[in-house]
């Protein structure tokens, strides 16, 4: 059996496939971040899926490909909770950013990935092998566009009075603002980055509100100058975008992009299930 898997920081999407490249079921789990979770955690989330505890041994190869997977300290821990569970499997963790260059590019095609969701990130591709100039420092630091950042605005905004007061009336009535849950949630509880996440919805939903334009506008236009304009040539090649946050505000993106003289590439929502052609494709070839 072999088991291929999209991770991010909110959820991870698992698909095993057997020898013939045939499915054999497809599970969620709640995300598997190493760097903002403990090994308990990422154990307990996996172990605790009744898909994945009564095939564990079945495993004979695992293909994970994880937000948080970019730095060692992390890749190692979650390698060893693997080890731990998938005790026959021979195990290939990579960062991310592969599973969007593997879900969104053609083959031999130069393009720039960019995942816009949790967290984000941007890669170049040209066409074999990828290329990551900007090392991401996580939530606090970048993750420029993405879910949390989105979210982390709205919360400014509600706090500084800026949102309208219908529209800050709204948001009182759909989550808890009070300052004590947000603090707990940000500063000792596991996850921080999913939970500024949840706040994007908010956003998403009232995205036409100006204040709102303005918050979206200004994150992509972030986003765009500080990852992709540092590739010399990502207004001749096409840029595409993986997660929910490039889906829900593709007109938004593609507005941004054409501003800077850059052209809209393909969206992918879920990568999991192009990720699963990919792996399939190389069980074809080596049959």
Known sequence: MILVVDSGSTKTDWIAVNSQGETLFSTQTLGLNPQVLSSAILKERIINNFDLFQNREEVSHLYFYGAGCGVDSPQKRIRKVFDEIFTQANIIIKEDTYAAVYAASNPGE??????????????????????QRVTSLGYILM?????????????????????????????EQEYDLTPDTIKENIYRRENPNTY????????????????????????????????????????EIPIHFIGSISFYLKDEIEKALSLKGLRMGRIVQRPIDELVKYHKKLIDKAS
Do not use: P, W
Request: proline letters at 0%; one cysteine or more; aromatic letters at 14%.
């Open 110 to 131: 130069k393009s720039i990935v960019c995942i816009l969701g949790t967290g984000s990130n941007c890669t170049y591709f040209d066409g074999k092998e990828i290329e």
């Open 143 to 171: 993750d420029e566009a993405s879910g949390n950042f989105f979210g982390k605005q709205l919360i400014r905004s509600y706090y500084f009075k800026t949102m309208s007061e219908d529209l800050a009336k709204a948001f």
């Open 196 to 235: 500024l996440a949840t706040f994007s919805k908010f956003l998403i939903q009232h995205k036409q509100n100006e204040v709102f334009q303005d918050i979206i506008a200004k994150g992509l236009e972030r986003f765009i100058n500080h990852q992709i304009l540092q590739f010399d040539n990502a207004s």
